[in-house]
């Protein structure tokens, strides 16, 4: 396994559509100086769907930390928020 | 590279927030051969030591990574030697004793069960494994998280029924000892015939001996994300369709276990053992077996057909989970316990399942007769012969298959039995009134089968 493979995270935001979604995650990711790699965006049945990719190679805390910063941050946002490792989708979906 | 894919993100999103998807368990199993002295305190004080050097951060590690993958790691386990090829070498020995040392490293390491409070005796039994099946009773209702299982016979052995004999005693006396408790402590207490070495799954879970030192084992399981993958298919899709579209969803549970279970067992510092490809259900509606037989197009498990869509369902998940990962064993399949499964409860109180129904499911489910209760004044000889027939579907088909079986002291048919937790809670269920006792007192041991002229 490599450290990219170990480093790289998916932030999963969904639920109704405001101003300011993009702003406050990307904030938060800022924060803990976690990089941007690629967002992908889009709107689902009046929903809204935004997946990051991130990279937490800088990252000062805890995984555990920042997710909870996170969570706390989809509770202000009303929005789920999920924060998980890349990998799972990577092994999961591939031969 | 930062290529994702939105659609196999959102979709493994919904499989873990809807359907259910999680890692059943992940059970360090863990060798007490060296455990073995004259003294059966300073026996106790070793198992306890070991447990604890290997276990300690067993809970804590598997709750960082279900953080960091955001998969729920439903229980983390240990599985122990037989306790009965420890314990029969100590001067003075005393199973109870043992037994609470194991239960209080259990709680003191923070897992769920502790299982491998175990006999071997399919061919005979040691002065040891004599004295183990009289303490076992008192042993399994004075812990808490303390599982045992019995091993009865095997095809290359044949079966003892001296042994049945005694497990329908012992899993009495437990049910009579934890009354209070709706007789929970038969629920700690499997037998089986053909009893696997490496199985991650409680209460039948031990390291055989023929095992590592320690290896790290995982159950997975989905039965939702099956069943709502099926209803979303066209109604006529043919068998083959249907059978395509399990491995396929069993493939995906699967590399999602192996992806856990190589995580946490690194970080352990222990060798990967072996995925169990399994759907277990729990008591959550959506997180059933029996939702799968419905979505085949079965109006209620037990229902003709019933056998047929089990045995489909069962050799697909293996099918589809052998790709997936590199070292597949344990019970592997679909478990169709009764207490565990909203939609087998329903399926009960509606009459459409019976225990000869899921007797006859037995001879193709991954084990056995599982978490099924009975009423309170079953006759010991009646659960002997309950258990003897599903030891002779095992010894003769070459598989595994156990009963975990619970007479509700003081309850009877129509009354519901409440264990909690994952063990749900079950509608007690009618058995046979006509008397197995002359039968099953014949006592010795079935001859090994013969294995050709099959028919």
């Known amino acids: 396994m490599s450290d990219l493979e170990d480093n790289q995270i998916i932030i999963t935001v969904t639920g109704k559509d405001k101003v300011g979604i993009v702003a406050a995650v990307s904030n938060c990711l800022k924060k803990y100086e976690v990089n941007i790699e690629d967002i992908k965006q889009t709107i689902m049945q009046d929903n809204f769907v935004m997946i990051m990719l991130g990279n937490i190679k800088n990252m000062k805390v805890t995984f555990r930390e920042f997710k909870e910063a996170i969570l706390e941050l989809s509770k202000e946002l009303s929005m789920e928020i999920w924060v998980q490792k890349k990998e799972i989708f990577d092994k999961m979906h591939t031969i | ?455």
């Open chain 2, 1 to 455: 590279m930062s290529n994702f894919n939105q659609k196999q993100i959102l979709e493994t999103i919904r499989m873990i927030k809807i359907h259910h998807l999680d890692i059943r368990t992940t059970t360090l199993s863990l060798s007490l051969r060296d455990c073995c002295c004259s003294d059966v305190k300073k026996t106790a004080d070793k198992i306890y030591n070991k447990i604890i050097k290997y276990a300690k951060n067993l809970v804590k590690f598997a709750n960082e990574i279900e953080n960091e993958y955001s998969i729920p790691i439903v229980n983390k386990r240990i599985a122990l030697t037989p306790i009965s090829l420890i314990g029969e070498s100590c001067d003075n020995i005393d199973y109870v004793y043992l037994a609470q040392a194991i239960d209080k490293a259990g709680c003191e390491v923070g897992v769920d069960f502790i299982g491998g409070f175990s006999a071997l005796v399919d061919k005979g039994f040691t002065k040891g494994d004599l004295l183990f099946f009289e303490q076992l009773p008192e042993a399994l209702a004075s812990t808490q998280k303390l599982c045992s299982s019995v091993n009865l016979g095997t095809s290359k052995a044949g079966v003892n029924m001296d042994a049945v004999i005694k497990t329908a005693s012992v899993i009495k006396k437990t049910a009579v000892l934890t009354k209070d408790k709706d007789s929970l402590g038969a629920a700690k207490f499997v037998c089986f015939c053909n009893a696997v070495t490496d199985n991650p799954f409680m209460a039948g879970a031990f390291c055989g001996i023929n095992e590592a030192e320690c290896a790290l084992n995982i159950g997975v399981s989905g039965p939702g994300v099956v069943s709502s993958a099926i209803a979303e298919l066209d109604k006529t899709a043919d068998f083959g369709e249907v059978s395509n579209l399990i491995k396929k969803m069993a493939f995906k549970i699967t590399t999602t276990g192996e992806l856990i279970g190589r995580k946490l067992a690194k970080k352990l510092n222990i060798p990967f053992g072996v995925i169990d490809l399994s759907l277990a259900p729990t008591p959550l509606r959506g997180d059933s077996v029996a939702e799968i037989f419905k979505a085949m197009g079965l109006e209620q498990p037990g229902a003709h057909g019933t056998t047929m869509a089990l045995a489909m369902l069962n050799d697909a998940v293996k099918k589809g989970g052998i790709m997936a990962s590199s070292y597949v064993g344990g019970l592997s399949g679909a478990f169709i316990p009764v207490s565990e499964d909203s939609g087998m409860i329903e399926a009960v109180e509606k009459n459409a399942l019976t225990i000869d129904k899921l007797e006859a499911m037995t001879s193709v489910c991954s084990v056995g007769l599982d978490m099924i209760a009975i009423p309170g004044d079953t006759p010991d000889s009646t659960i002997a012969g309950i258990i003897a027939d599903e030891m002779a579907i095992g010894m003769i088909n070459k598989k595994t298959t156990a009963v975990r079986i619970i007479p509700v002291i003081g309850k009877t048919v129509g009354q519901y039995a409440e264990f909690g937790g994952l063990l749900g809670s079950a509608p007690i269920m009618k058995v046979n009134s006509y008397s197995s006792l002359d039968f099953v007192s014949r006592g010795g041991r079935v001859p090994a089968p013969l294995h050709s002229l099959n028919n």
